[in-house]
Nanobody, 120 residues
Framework: QVQLVESGGGLVQAGGSLRLSCAASGSILRINAMNWYRRAPGEERELVASITSGGNTYYKDSVKGRFTISRDNAKNTVYLQMNSLKPEDTAVYYC??????????????WGQGTQVTVSS
């Protein structure tokens, strides 16, 4: 099967930085878009950033200029560099990938989530 494993969350003061990583493993033929979502307490899950296999990116307006998404296709890994963090960035961050696996018809895979907490 396929697994997405995130790492890099934690507690940081406002203005600080964190780097999230998400590695996809298992039987994978191709990965299309890789995405970072987040869910704050009491809020809906929202798309934070996305990157295509060709490197095209999308950012939620509130993180533009502060967050950078990147990927290493050879390692099936996506990163989210988060700078100038604000308390409102506090959430559980989830990695998501649209991929093809020869062992499953499932296209949309999710990581387990990693907590990011920004203190004021």
């Amino acid at each position: 099967q396929v697994q997405l494993v995130e790492s890099g969350g934690g507690l940081v003061q406002a203005g600080g930085s964190l780097r999230l990583s998400c590695a996809a493993s298992g039987s994978i033929l191709r990965i299309n878009a890789m995405n970072w979502y987040r869910r704050a307490p009491g809020e809906e899950r929202e798309l934070v950033a996305s990157i295509t296999s060709g490197g095209n990116t999308y950012y939620k307006d509130s993180v533009k200029g502060r967050f950078t998404i990147s990927r290493d296709n050879a390692k099936n890994t996506v990163y989210l560099q988060m700078n100038s963090l604000k308390p409102e960035d506090t959430a559980v961050y989830y990695c998501n990938a649209d991929l093809f696996s020869p062992l499953s018809r499932v296209r949309n895979w999710w990581g387990q989530g990693t907590q990011v907490t920004v203190s004021s």
